[in-house]
């Protein structure tokens, strides 16, 4: 008589670099609440827990966003995180901004590691070849199981041309399908578990046009969600950002694939009681920049977080200091999702390194009224497109000094009604100076006469927040959806 095999998945996705407690938003009753949360030692204790629980059927895995975020992983280009990844024991992962140093330093950091990058859209420029391990099989608890990994497909056509040097990437729905198929036919797998740093949205939609995959672990768009999503008949589950939460489903596997399961999003908690040996790792290794990031430069009385759709307390106050630095009419953002939130309170370096960790140049260039709207236009179809697959980055482009008046509902190119700069309606035929952070601030095939100031975005921020020593940064209305 056969047995059905009991099999647990852990799930950690789009940490973006956060090894320790810092604090979060929760949303609760209504209201936004903050407490700290997070932390790998944490999380290791989570995870000794469901390996006591399951000694022979545990698979541990991270979604990517891993090795970029926060100031010391940033600055050792993800080196500092590498011994305490390695005592999580993870089977696997796959990417996205973990690209930021370039694919070389990844393939360093992989090679350090006892678990593969996954990935089955990522190819070699020079021999079309897959440049990363496609999938791998695992055996626990005596299944077979196949695990496909496919990374966020947008490194080589929205993030700097850096990340994708000598690699390229496809949107990974046919690789996936294909591999699926192999794995049932020739290698005839139990189960079949895709890898994804996707996207929600997309992996919904993979969900529903691919055949053959018991389980998806979602990635990139942050979304914490408390029960799976089922469609047609594959599992999604993804688990927030920053460490804050854990996912763990714990399936009951039969002939037919899963048979029953139970599904858990672990809250990283302060409470929950540090693996000693990781927190001495975290500690050592943090030790040369604490000082540093420890230094107060002000207070704010408006909680900063970028947990927003359409506009960010975070954001607004980033952008509030390039223009006082730049003297621009406008400023312009990306719609970055990552950073911890910043309770009302001192402000220290290390909350300014969390809100924009790349620390790039401030820039000014002319764009006429015109770009402005094509640009804007651009970025709504890319955050709010009908079909998934066509939505690229991350939030609503961030914005200041213009107001926007739109229809999500609308076709591309169809969505904005009114745009007013300054409270004067836009100009198409006038330039406008602008002043923004990183080609996905403003993208290069917009604007004339583009500068690199001679100031930081971090210098930026500090300098504006000095001149008051007390900010309020509060959502001004942006974006109006009518």
């Known amino acids: ?65 891993t090795f970029h975020g926060t100031y010391p992983v940033v600055s050792t280009k993800g080196e500092m995180l ?17 690209f930021a140093y370039g694919p070389d330093q990844l393939e360093s950091l992989m090679s350090k ?16 070849e897959p440049a990363f391990t496609p999938y791998i099989i695992s055996e626990r608890a005596g299944l077979k199981i196949g695990v496909i990994g496919v990374a966020e497909h947008i490194v080589d056509k929205m993030m700097p041309e850096h990340f994708s040097e000598g690699i390229y990437f496809t949107l990974g729905n046919e690789e996936v399908q294909k591999t699926a198929d192999q794995l049932r036919r020739e290698e005839q797998v139990d189960l079949v578990i895709v890898l994804s740093h996707f996207g929600f949205p997309q992996d919904v939609k993979l969900a529903s046009e691919t055949e053959g995959i018991d389980i998806i672990l979602s990635g990139h768009t942050h979304n914490t969600l408390r029960q799976p999503a089922e469609v047609d008949g594959t599992l999604i589950i993804q688990s927030g950002c920053h460490g804050a939460h854990i996912g763990r489903l714990d399936l009951e596997v ?10 858990r999003l672990i809250e990283v908690a302060e409470g929950v009681e540090p693996d000693g040996d990781i927190q001495r790792i975290i500690d050592d290794a943090v030790a040369p920049y604490r000082e540093t990031m420890e230094e107060v430069v002000g207070h704010t009385d408006t909680a900063l977080h970028r947990y927003n759709q359409l506009e960010s ?3 607004n106050l980033l952008l ?99 745009i ?23 993208p290069k095939k917009y604007g004339k006469d583009r500068r690199n100031l001679d100031v930081s975005a971090l210098d930026a921020l500090r300098g504006y927040i000095g001149k008051s020593g007390t900010v309020s940064s509060g959502l001004v209305g942006t974006v109006q959806v009518i």
């Open 420 to 442: 007013y700069i300054n409270g004067e309606p836009l100009d198409q035929e006038r330039e406008y100076l602008a002043s923004f952070v990183t080609v996905q601030g403003v």
């Open 254 to 263: 039969g002939k037919g694939g899963v048979i029953d399961y139970s599904h």
């Open 1 to 65: 008589m056969d047995h059905n095999k009991q099999l647990t998945i852990l799930q950690m996705n789009d940490t973006h670099g956060y090894y320790d407690l810092h604090p979060e938003m929760f949303i609760e009753k209504g209201e936004e609440r903050y407490r700290n949360a997070g932390g790998y030692a944490r999380i290791a204790t989570i995870f000794k827990e469901a390996r006591k629980d399951n000694p022979q059927g545990v698979l541990a895995f991270d979604n990517g966003d």
């Open 82 to 98: 590498v011994p305490i990844l390695k005592a999580l024991q993870f089977d696997a992962m796959t990417s996205h901004w973990d």
């Open 320 to 418: 509030s200091s390039l223009l006082d630095v730049s003297g621009a009419e406008v400023a312009f953002s990306n719609g970055w999702r990552y950073g911890a939130p910043v309770p009302v309170g001192p402000v220290t370096m290390n909350d300014l390194w969390n809100i924009i960790p790349t620390n790039p140049p401030v820039s000014t260039t002319r764009l006429s009224g015109r770009e402005i709207l094509d640009m804007l236009e651009e970025n709504l179809e890319n955050t709010f497109a009908k079909d998934p697959y066509d939505q690229k980055g991350g939030y609503l482009k961030r914005c200041l000094g213009l107001k926007m008046y739109i229809k999500i509902e609308n076709p591309a190119g169809l969505r904005i009604q009114d």
């Open 313 to 315: 307390t975070a954001d």
């Open 113 to 128: 590691l006892d678990y593969p990058m996954l990935a089955c859209n990522i190819y070699d420029k020079e021999t079309d």
